[in-house]
C-alpha cells in the first residue's frame, strides 16, 4: 500500500513539472515573440556629415565622422549598424563602438525621448535647437518636427516663429526685412562699429584641423565642398577696404548651436581678435548671446564681413537691403 502511493505521488509529480516546463516554454515564446514584434527597424537618414535614427519615438542624431581617422561612416541595414569604409569600425545603431580600430564612440549631437514631448530634453540644450537660417532658407526643415513645431512650442517669440507664420517661402527677404524693423533690440552700440559674424562651433570643433591649420588656410569642412571657417588671409584682404572707412571698433559675434566641448572655437575667437587688436582695433564680442539680437545686430550693421555659410549669406542679403556695406 505505502508503495502504491509512492508511485502515485511520483506520478503526479512528474506529471506537473513536465507540464510546467511546458507552459513556461510556451511562455518564453511568446514572449520572444512579442519583442521581436517590437524590435522594428529604425528610419535612418544620411546626410554629408550627419545621421539621423528615429526608432521608437525616440530621435537621435549623430555625426558620421568616425573617430578613428574621420571617415564618414556608412548604414549597413541588414545588420542595422553603421560601418566605416577605412578600416571597418562597426558601430550600434546608437553610436556606440562594437568593433575596432575606433575606440570612442559617434559624436552625439542630440538625443531626444519623444519629439511631441520635448520637456524630455534637457532644459539648457533648448536654445541649442533653435536654428534661424534653416527657418528662412528650407520648407524641408520647417516641415520637420524640430520646424515650425519645436520652435513654436519653444521658441514662440522669436524670428523664427514669426518669419514661420508670416510666409511658407524659403528667402522670403522682403517679409524678414520687415520683422527685423519691427525688433526691439536693446542693446547700445557705436554705428560706425564693424560687425564681423564668425562661423564657430562644429565646423572647429569637429573639423580634424587644428585651429593653426584652419587659420593657415582655407579647409573645406569634412568631406563636404563647404568652406565655412576663414583664414587669417581672408580678414588681411579685408584689411585693405576697412581702411577706407572710419572704422576704430569691431565687434565679432558668434553663437552655437551644439552643445559640445568648444575649446577649439574659443581659441579661433581668441586669435581673431587679436589679430585685429595688433592692427590697433578695439575689438570686443558677443559670444553665444541671444541668437535674435545677434541677428539683427548684424543684419542692421552699417559695416559687415561675413563668414562661410547660408546663414551668414542670409546676413549679407539683409544688410544689403538695410543699405549697409559688405566688406
Not at 156 to 173: F, G, P, R
Not at 199 to 210: A, F, H, K, Q
Not at 270 to 279: N, P, S
Request: charged share 25%.
Amino acid at each position: 500500500m505505502i508503495f502504491l502511493l509512492l508511485v502515485i505521488s511520483y506520478l503526479i509529480y512528474y506529471y506537473l513539472k513536465i507540464n510546467y516546463s511546458n507552459n513556461n516554454l510556451r511562455l518564453i515564446t511568446k514572449n520572444s515573440n512579442n519583442s521581436n514584434s517590437k524590435n522594428i527597424k529604425p528610419n535612418v537618414i544620411l546626410t554629408d556629415t550627419t545621421v539621423t535614427v528615429k526608432s521608437n519615438g525616440v530621435t537621435k542624431k549623430l555625426s558620421r565622422k568616425c573617430p578613428n581617422a574621420g571617415c564618414m561612416v556608412d548604414y549597413d541595414k541588414k545588420s542595422n549598424e553603421f560601418v566605416c569604409p577605412c578600416h571597418q569600425s562597426k558601430f550600434n545603431i546608437d553610436g556606440k563602438v562594437i568593433k575596432d580600430s575606433a575606440e570612442d564612440d559617434l559624436n552625439i549631437y542630440y538625443n531626444i525621448e519623444n519629439m511631441d514631448n520635448y520637456n524630455n530634453y534637457k532644459s539648457n540644450n533648448k536654445k541649442y535647437m533653435y536654428r534661424l537660417g534653416d527657418m528662412v532658407k528650407s520648407k524641408e526643415y520647417r516641415d520637420q518636427n524640430i520646424g515650425y513645431k519645436l520652435h513654436y512650442n519653444y521658441f514662440k517669440n522669436s524670428i523664427a516663429v514669426k518669419y514661420m507664420q508670416l510666409t511658407n517661402k524659403d528667402n522670403d527677404y522682403d517679409t524678414l526685412l520687415t520683422i527685423i524693423k519691427d525688433y526691439k533690440l536693446n542693446y547700445n552700440y557705436d554705428k560706425n562699429t564693424l560687425i564681423i559674424h564668425l562661423r564657430t562651433g562644429d565646423v572647429i570643433d569637429n573639423s580634424g584641423y587644428t585651429v593653426n591649420e584652419l587659420l593657415d588656410s582655407y579647409k573645406k569642412y569634412l568631406n563636404t565642398p563647404f568652406i565655412y571657417v576663414k583664414p587669417y588671409s581672408y580678414y588681411e584682404d579685408k584689411l585693405i577696404k576697412i581702411k577706407k572707412y572710419n572704422i576704430k571698433n569691431i565687434i565679432l559675434i558668434t553663437g552655437f548651436h551644439k552643445n559640445h566641448n568648444y575649446s577649439k572655437s574659443f581659441d579661433y575667437i581668441d586669435k581673431i581678435k587679436q589679430f585685429f587688436e595688433k592692427r590697433g582695433y578695439n575689438v570686443s564680442t558677443r559670444i553665444d548671446e541671444d541668437p535674435d539680437d545677434d541677428f539683427v545686430i548684424m543684419c542692421k550693421s552699417k559695416y559687415y564681413i561675413p563668414s562661410g555659410g547660408g546663414f551668414s549669406r542670409i546676413i549679407s542679403k539683409m544688410v544689403e537691403l538695410n543699405k549697409g556695406i559688405i566688406i
